[in-house]
């Protein structure tokens, strides 16, 4: 057993835990700065931040900045939103790795694919679906569309529904 003795920085309280114990380890993503690479939920350059599931079911996070100018390893509990906000984040950033997806979807099934407030974009009709057509009948099909008014996408739509019911 590997104890690591820790001052949560928020609490000010001395705590322990087991990282080898830890029924889950993540690590965060990197971004691309334009200039650097940082780390998408702690802004290290040079190490990554670890987030912990302790064989307990707490949160703890691990920051390891000693090897940049000399920082502070620092460990802090976190909350059930904070854990879930930092997976988010570390999931958008890991597009190559699907660690922290598969952690944020185990540990928060309830977390939807998309968050936030909708932005504008063209109304939701339904799904996409596509296929192939001659470009013969694209013509007719762009002329009908003219002629009735209707973009190409509606007037598909409206011909199909027709047709079905």
Not at 30 to 59: H, P
């Amino acid at each position: 057993m590997t104890r690591i003795s820790f001052t949560d920085p928020d609490t000010g309280n001395l705590s322990w835990f087991d990282p080898q114990a830890a029924r889950d380890a993540i690590s965060e993503g990197r971004n691309w700065t334009g200039e650097n690479w940082i780390g998408a939920c702690s802004g290290l350059r040079t190490s990554q931040a670890v987030l912990y599931l302790t064989k307990g079911g707490r949160w703890i996070e691990n920051q390891d900045a000693t090897s940049e100018f000399n920082g502070a390893d620092v460990y802090r509990f976190l909350t059930d939103e904070q854990a879930r906000a930092w997976l988010i984040k570390a999931a958008d950033a890991r597009r190559d790795s699907d660690e922290a997806e598969a952690a944020l979807k185990q540990h928060f099934p309830d977390t939807p694919d998309e968050e936030g407030p909708n932005l504008g974009g063209r109304p939701m009709v339904g799904p996409k679906v596509e296929t192939r057509i001659s470009p013969e009948t694209l013509e007719k099909v762009e002329a009908a569309a003219k002629a009735a008014g209707m973009s190409r996408a509606a007037w598909l739509r409206t011909t199909i529904e027709n047709a079905v019911t």
